[in-house]
């Protein structure tokens, strides 16, 4: 006869669907029809830059002290800087 394992990394999940996901505490929000693109999806290039650690982390903190987020900020800029209207 064999001993039956009840090691807890040796018990089997159970089968079956996962319940569904509660809305209010769901943190991936599903795209709404009546949205408007957000800049992040209109702009479909990807520019890579290196910078040091401590600038990245200076950007990083004025992003979230003006509750934005990095890439918007950066974006908006690059368009005041290079926009297509400046010389």
């Not at 001993?3 to 795209?31: L, M, Y």
């Not at 040091?52 to 990083?60: S, Y």
């Amino acid at each position: 006869m064999s001993e039956r394992s009840t090691h807890p990394s040796q018990r089997r999940a159970p089968i079956g669907r996962k319940p569904a996901a509660d809305p209010a505490t769901t943190w991936v929000r599903q795209p709404d029809a009546n949205d408007t693109p957000t800049r992040a999806s209109i702009y479909t290039a990807r520019l890579t830059i290196d910078v040091t650690p401590a600038l990245r982390g200076r950007i990083k903190v004025t992003a979230f002290r003006r509750g934005v987020t990095a890439a918007d900020m950066l974006r908006e800029l690059l368009e005041r800087e290079y926009g297509e209207d400046s010389s």
